[in-house]
């Protein structure tokens, strides 16, 4: 089964989310993210940008509510978006891309194309420690895995 709650509005796969793998996971990882945020522990949590209560950190995702305001679902769906327009949007993407290699206008024509089932597949595959197979937020492949604590290198595809 493939969990749609974990789709995206920007593109992002939800599931490797630092926020929402740091709520899930907890421990260290989620103290860790408290102590960047300088909030505290129990405010890293979401549940995933379909399912969003008011308590999630996406509900307070300037996307979020900017998608909200123009009664959009995702970003695709903005004219700014097609015309590169957006400054957050670009600003945002451009950072995961160079930062973590992920592609968030690769990821929304995925989604648009209705290839939504698969793209979430294969991220779930994506995002895992090689060496113990838990699920691993983007970013840190940079770093090591706070499961099992091996070493990553730099991932890109
Ligand atoms: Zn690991």
């Known amino acids: 089964m493939v969990d749609r709650t ?5 593109g992002l796969y939800c599931g490797a989310c630092g926020i ?17 945020f300088k909030c505290p522990p129990e405010k890293v949590r979401c549940e995933g940008c ?3 209560t008011p308590e999630c950190w996406g509900s307070g995702c300037e996307m979020v509510k900017c998608l909200n305001a123009k009664n959009l679902q995702f970003c695709y769906e903005c004219s700014d978006f097609e015309k590169h ?4 949007f670009e600003k945002f ?3 995961y891309l160079t ?6 206008r690769a990821n929304l024509a995925k989604i648009k194309a209705g290839k939504a089932d698969e793209w979430l597949k294969e991220s779930e ?9 838990q699920p691993l937020p983007t970013n840190s492949f940079r770093r090591k895995c706070y499961h099992c ?3 990553l290198s730099p991932k890109r595809d």
């Open 20 to 36: 929402y793998r740091g709520y899930k996971d907890g421990g260290k990882y989620r103290q860790r993210l408290a102590e960047f």
């Open 149 to 151: 604590g091996v070493e």
């Open 125 to 133: 595959e994506k995002f895992r420690c090689p060496h113990c197979s």
């Open 99 to 104: 930062d973590d290699g992920v592609d968030l």
């Open 93 to 95: 993407s451009n950072e």
């Open 6 to 10: 974990l789709v995206g509005r920007c």
């Open 85 to 88: 327009t957006c400054e957050r």
């Open 50 to 52: 379909q399912v969003l």
